[in-house]
C-alpha cells in the first residue's frame, strides 16, 4: 500500500515557475515507477510524464518536454515536478501516480495522490 500526497500548487502567472512535490509513505516507495498526470475543468485526466524507479529515465508528454522536469529522491520518499514557463493551458489538477514504467496511461497506475491545484493566469 503506497499513500501519495501531494502539494505545492497554487495561482501564478503565465512565464512563472512552479515546482510540485508528491510525498510517498510506506517502505517501498523505490520500488514504484512515479508519475505525474494532470485534469483540466471539463477534460480527461491526461499523463504529464513520469520517472523511472532509480530515477535514470524519464518520459514526457509532448504538451510539457522542454518545460516540465521530474525528479525524485528515494530517501525522502519524494517525487518533484519542476514546471518552468508555465501557459495557461498548463491550468489543472496535478495528480501524482505510482505504478508501472512509463505509466503513460491509467491502466499501469497503482496508486493516485488527492491532486492539487495548478492555476496559471495569463
Known amino acids: 500500500q503506497v499513500q501519495l500526497v501531494e502539494s505545492g500548487g497554487g495561482l501564478v502567472r503565465a512565464g512563472d515557475s512552479l515546482r510540485l512535490s508528491c510525498a510517498a509513505s510506506?517502505?517501498?516507495?523505490?520500488?514504484?515507477?512515479m508519475g505525474w498526470f494532470r485534469q483540466a475543468s471539463g477534460k480527461e485526466r491526461e499523463f504529464v510524464g513520469a520517472?523511472?524507479?532509480?530515477?535514470?529515465?524519464?518520459y514526457y508528454a509532448d504538451s510539457v518536454k522542454g518545460r516540465f522536469t521530474i525528479s525524485r529522491d528515494n530517501v525522502k520518499n519524494t517525487v518533484y515536478l519542476q514546471m518552468n514557463s508555465l501557459k495557461a493551458e498548463d491550468t489543472a489538477v496535478y495528480y501524482c501516480?505510482?505504478?508501472?514504467?512509463?505509466?503513460?496511461?491509467?491502466?499501469?497506475?497503482?496508486?493516485w495522490g488527492q491532486g492539487t491545484q495548478v492555476t496559471v493566469s495569463s
Open positions: 501516480a505510482a505504478g508501472i514504467y512509463p505509466i503513460a496511461s491509467r491502466e499501469l497506475v497503482g496508486y
Open positions: 510506506g517502505r517501498t516507495f523505490s520500488t514504484y515507477a
Open positions: 520517472i523511472s524507479q532509480s530515477g535514470t529515465n524519464t
